[in-house]
């Protein structure tokens, strides 16, 4: 069980960025394999980027490709996502969470422990 706390997030016009950052606790951070997801208004979960335990696997839903990065400081037991270009349609609450499987999961049910959300809003 890991507790996932992110922050970060804000408001930011269109074409800007920001950098989210998701601190653990709780339990050994290097041996997890994490992701970000996404929540809209009316909208299901959606993943939007994960990374392996060793920082060398990441992969990205084709909306973020080319302008989000995943990465993770396990000495610091954080993980980020930095957004660029950011666009209104990436408005959504951002969560934090850790998988419980191995491989590259994607969906909602892979993941065990999940932070709270950090709200991100992209104005035209």
């Known amino acids: 069980q890991v507790q996932l706390v992110e922050s970060g997030g804000g408001l930011v016009q269109a074409g800007g960025s920001l950098r989210l950052s998701c601190a653990a606790s709780g339990r050994t951070f290097s041996s997890y394999g994490m992701g970000w997801f996404r929540q809209a208004p009316g909208k299901e979960r959606e993943f939007v980027a994960g990374?392996?335990?060793?920082?060398?696997?990441?992969y990205y839903a084709d909306s973020v490709k080319g302008r989000f990065t995943i990465s993770r400081d396990n000495a610091k037991n954080t993980v980020y996502l930095q957004m660029n270009s950011l666009k209104p349609e990436d408005t959504a609450v951002y969560y934090c969470?850790?998988?419980?499987?191995?491989?590259?999961?994607?969906?909602?049910?892979?993941?065990?422990?999940w932070g709270q959300g950090t709200q991100v809003t992209v104005s035209s």
């Open positions: 969470a850790a998988a419980r499987i191995l491989g590259s999961p994607t969906m909602v049910t892979d993941f065990g422990s």
């Open positions: 990374i392996g335990w060793n920082g060398d696997n990441t």
